[in-house]
């Protein structure tokens, strides 16, 4: 290769011989550490130099105050160390990352240091030192520039090398995991099979535990009533035909057949004397009975997945235009469960015997019904039991036996 031998300038023929020598050490391997090695024995040959190497930036290293990482070396260090470990090597490397164009310094002995970029991005620097006090010569910084585009892309390659083989050994990693995952899973998965059918039998047998004792704390109440049998069967029949004509989330409520049921839970705490007395209430019988949507409240206080229960044990004697107790709502201020409960309730109360009548018929109940909507019941619960099929209505109704 020829070059002057005292200036230390790269002749012209240069680009074909020293320049495509170091490139050709690119693809010499699949070995990034291998090819940078031999780029740096290229490039000290091709600029004759004692020393060359490649330091790296870091994954952020956008910014020229930023730190290096040693990378490739090759060459005799200089009297201070080897490039990249001594303590002048971070200025030169901040001002080589800042320039647009190869850094010169020196003395005792001429350096070089410029920036390696890929598609922009900073990835190092290449940096040579010559032993000897001779210049380095413009034709000297064009050939580094060069040569500094090779070191990038050995470098870059070396990055993507790392990176692609941490992720295979993570990859592997989670391989190896998954596998024993798989294991643990198949030797449990019969266990847990079995225990999750014993739960779902143990879970079967609560909520039919939790019903049976529902319904006997209903019949418990219905015990109370003097004059008709079935009530609260029928009224929860009724409720749940006018909540599915009602539609939307209403008829999926958790516990509403439940609210039906217990409507009037806190009667349990009624005098027998004041809830069966056969003529009018007194004043003061009058408050005691009032209080049963409170006293149903409190019974039902702590209970779990009731809140629609306790909706309708404590509001379900309140009406569309706020004459009704223990609060006075008025409107929809009233939960719509206990608007249905009212109506249905009424219906009910209409369309069974009495001492005192006779039962009403379910075209006459209705039409009562549709005369009281918008003052004592709410139109939309009115509405709504008019939608069910009069023959669901009659056979609900024809279960009503009289109580001897």
């Not at 040959?45 to 994954?59: K, Q, R, V």
């Not at 490397?93 to 390696?116: K, T």
């Not at 990176?163 to 030797?187: C, F, G, I, N, P």
């Not at 206990?338 to 309730?345: L, Y």
Request: proline residues 6%.
């Amino acid at each position: 290769m020829a070059r002057e031998s005292r200036s230390g300038s790269v002749a012209r023929t240069l680009p074909d011989q020293g320049l495509l020598a170091a490139f050709r050490a690119l693809g010499a391997g699949d070995d990034p550490r291998t090819a940078g090695t031999a780029l740096l024995e290229h490039v000290c040959t091709t600029l004759d130099t004692e020393e060359g190497a490649i330091l790296l930036a870091g994954p952020d290293d956008h910014r020229p105050d930023r730190s290096f990482l040693p990378g490739q070396h090759h060459g005799s260090p200089g009297p201070g160390g080897r490039l990249g470990t001594r303590d002048t090597d971070p200025l030169r490397w901040a001002d080589a990352l800042a320039a647009s164009q190869p850094v010169a310094a020196g003395p005792p002995a001429p350096e070089l240091w410029c920036q390696m970029a890929v598609e922009g991005r900073p990835v190092g620097v290449l940096a040579v030192r010559r032993g000897r006090a001779a210049p380095f010569m413009p034709a000297d910084h064009a050939a580094i520039e060069i040569l500094a585009v090779g070191a990038a892309v050995a470098a870059d390659r070396l990055r993507l090398r790392r990176l692609w083989s941490d992720k295979l050994e993570q990859a592997d990693a989670v391989h190896s995991q998954l596998l024993r995952y798989a294991d643990d899973l198949r030797t449990t998965w019969a266990a847990e099979r079995r225990q999750a059918e014993e739960l779902r039998q143990a879970l079967a047998a609560v909520e039919h535990a939790y019903s049976a004792t529902v319904r006997a704390l209903a019949t418990a109440v219905e015990a109370k009533d003097a004059y008709t049998g079935g009530h609260l069967n029928r009224v929860t029949a009724y409720g749940v035909q006018v909540c599915k004509a009602i539609g939307g989330g209403l008829p999926a409520t958790p516990g509403l057949e439940y609210a039906f049921l217990l409507h009037d839970l806190g009667k349990i705490g009624v005098p027998d004397a004041v809830l069966n007395k056969a003529g009018p209430l007194t004043d003061e019988e009058w408050v005691l009975m009032r209080e049963h949507p409170a006293i149903g409240m409190r019974i039902l206080d702590g209970v779990p997945q009731m809140e629609v229960v306790r909706e309708v044990v404590y509001c379900h004697h309140e009406r569309w235009d706020g004459a009704g107790y223990p609060e006075g709502l008025k409107g929809e201020a009233t939960p719509l469960a206990a608007r249905v409960f009212a109506a249905v309730d009424a219906f009910d109360a209409m369309t069974t015997d009495r001492p005192y009548r006779r039962a009403a018929g379910v075209d006459e109940a209705l039409a009562r019904l549709r005369a009281a909507s918008g003052t004592q019941f709410a139109p939309d619960a009115v509405e709504a039991i008019h939608l069910v099929d009069r023959e669901q209505l009659q056979a609900i109704q024809a279960t009503a036996v009289r109580r001897q």
